[in-house]
Nanobody
Framework: QVQLVESGGGLVQAGGSLTLSCAASGRTFSSFYMGWFRQAPGKEREFVAAINWDSGSTYCADSVKGRFTISRDNAKNTVYLQMNSLKPEDTAVYSC??????????????????????WGQGAQVTVSS
């Protein structure tokens, strides 16, 4: 049974930092992309960042580029999202996802949540002004 379990969410002041973790289990994730998505109240789910499990290649949304960093620890089967310089508009439920996404146009495919096969339960991140 595949499980993605997020942790590390919470309440932080604007300008602060948080690190989210996603512990993956139940299968090998070689050749998978691991992604982070977020959904704020009343808004659609949006792509935040993704990383290739094997190569470590990363992709970030323009809205978080330079502030958020995605990384992985293959030995611990864990993916991280380091979030710095947080803003109130970063407030959302952040979800970890895994998908075997291949082919051309990978940077665009990663933005599409339907391409991911497994999802975590989500972690609330609240940034106060």
């Amino acid at each position: 049974q595949v499980q993605l379990v997020e942790s590390g969410g919470g309440l932080v002041q604007a300008g602060g930092s948080l690190t989210l973790s996603c512990a993956a289990s139940g299968r090998t994730f070689s050749s998978f992309y691991m992604g982070w998505f977020r959904q704020a109240p009343g808004k659609e789910r949006e792509f935040v960042a993704a990383i290739n499990w094997d190569s470590g290649s990363t992709y970030c949304a323009d809205s978080v580029k330079g502030r958020f960093t995605i990384s992985r620890d293959n030995a611990k089967n864990t993916v991280y999202l380091q979030m710095n310089s947080l803003k109130p508009e970063d407030t959302a439920v952040y979800s970890c996802a895994a998908g075997r996404i291949t082919g051309r146009g990978i940077a665009y495919k990663l933005l599409e949540s339907w391409r991911y096969d497994y999802w975590g339960q989500g972690a609330q991140v609240t940034v106060s002004s």
